[in-house]
């Protein structure tokens, strides 16, 4: 199967390439589907999950067990390999080390007459985070969410991610949630999930936060449930654009394409930007004798058919500006002198600078989070930090020069605003009525 190959800007392939540009970060199908799911949860509870995990999953669960018990993390881990021992613990390490260096500290500055500013920063008290499983159960998302939130300090961290029929989860994943710090973890995936961590039910109490990522109907709950908790980003779906010049090795850009179209959905898009015509014909042979040797082939070749495309452009300027455009997922920059062309980068979700920095690094080990905005929402969206798990709060200490020297301002905002109170309790502070106001 031959990916096709477009010119950019070209008249003759404008339509290709700006079809593939185009993709909505949402689907209104998927949110009709997953609205009535929703509301059937937040009635029914425990019950509806249940039966929506039979019907979807294929897993009959009693709506009284939909908890994972400890018990089974113990065997997971006393069963494991140790090179799956060892490469959760790496990874864990790793992205612990990368979190704990990203988080804010408390900060203060004076204010102008001496008084006190600043903010404070706080773990949530109760988080959701969203394990996707099925076809490709990810433990390494466990290690990407729950460990960020075990840095942040946060207490009670629910995981739920999909059984498979048997009611069993995959027991890497099982290993990397006692690793990471889980404190309660339910086999169940889907909207329903989403609307069990949202409304609660008796078998899971309400969470104040939810984050992760999943399929397109995973999306779509957890934007349908914004309100009644906090979301994190936009993740459905995984996208690689692949910047290159051509000191690119073609069979390199070719794996790291098909690494992002073997996620199991269809729907993932992969893209190559590159002046070189010749590398574009070279990935493109690459990608048909390549993707011939991988174990999830009839997946991949749907991606190839319609979510990859190799674009040929007139020099690596114009290719970044398109990479922009596409705001992805993921975006690799394999050129001479790479670092050169990050500051370029204005809209992805994470960056892979030079021939060494595949993404599966970055899906893996390296250290930030994979959970990323996808769908073009990289353009204003960024990926999931260790702050999202934080609240911040901002602080106000005046001293007594600092209002008097403030009123005359606020006395202002509040006759524009027509808010005569707001002025009334900053003057009723300096008012002779016998009670001097302490500073």
């Not at 009644?228 to 390199?252: K, Y």
């Not at 729907?267 to 574009?280: D, I, N, Y």
Request: glycine share 8%.
């Amino acid at each position: 199967m031959d990916v096709r190959i477009a010119r950019w800007p070209s008249d003759e392939d404008a339509g290709v390439v700006e079809g593939f540009l185009r993709r909505p970060a949402f689907d209104a199908d998927a949110e009709a589907s997953a609205r009535a799911i929703l509301e059937d949860v937040r009635v029914r509870g425990d019950q509806a999950v249940a039966e929506y995990a039979r019907r979807f999953d294929g897993v009959a669960l009693e709506p009284g067990k939909l908890a994972v018990e400890w018990a089974e993390l113990v065997a997971a881990r006393e069963n494991m390999d140790s090179a799956c021992r060892e490469a959760v613990r790496e990874a864990h390490r790793r992205v612990a080390a990368f979190a704990r260096s990203g988080m804010r500290d408390d900060w203060q500055m004076s204010s102008p007459r001496g008084g006190i500013l600043g903010e404070q920063f706080k773990p949530l008290e109760r988080v959701g985070i969203y394990v996707p499983g099925g076809k490709a159960p990810l433990a390494s998302t466990v290690l990407m969410t729950v460990t960020l939130a075990r840095v942040a300090d946060v207490a009670e961290i629910v995981v739920c991610t999909p059984s498979d029929p048997q009611g069993r989860v995959n027991p890497v994943l099982l290993h990397a949630l006692e690793v990471a710090g889980a404190t309660e973890v339910y086999r169940v995936g889907g909207v329903q999930a989403i609307g069990m961590m949202a409304y609660g039910t008796a078998s899971c109490r309400k969470v104040q936060k939810i984050v992760g990522p999943g399929n397109t109907y995973v999306t779509a709950a957890k934007r349908l449930v914004y309100g009644q908790v906090a979301l994190d980003l936009v993740a459905g779906p995984s996208e690689v654009a692949v910047l290159a010049d051509d000191t690119a090795n073609a069979r390199h850009v070719a794996a790291d394409l098909l690494s992002q179209a073997e996620h199991g959905s269809g729907w993932e898009k992969a893209m190559l930007v590159t002046p070189s015509q010749k590398l574009a014909r070279e990935v493109q042979a690459e990608l048909a004798s390549q993707s011939l040797t991988l174990s999830r082939r009839p997946t991949i070749e749907k991606v190839m058919a319609g979510g990859m495309l190799l674009v040929v452009v007139n020099n690596l300027d114009d290719g970044m500006a398109l990479c922009n455009r596409f705001a992805p997922e993921h975006l690799e920059i394999i050129a001479r002198e790479p670092r050169n062309w990050l500051r370029k980068v204005t809209s992805a979700g994470a960056v892979f600078v030079g021939a060494w920095s595949p993404e599966s690094v970055g899906d893996f080990i390296a250290g930030p989070s994979h959970v990323l905005p996808t769908g073009g929402a990289a353009a204003v969206f960024s990926g999931l930090t260790v702050e999202d798990f934080r609240k911040r709060t901002s602080i106000v200490s005046f001293t007594r020069a600092d209002l008097q020297d403030a009123l005359p301002h606020i006395e202002t905002f509040a006759r524009v605003e027509g808010l005569d109170a707001h002025a009334r309790s900053a003057q009723i502070r300096f008012e002779s009525t016998g009670h001097a106001a302490r500073e």
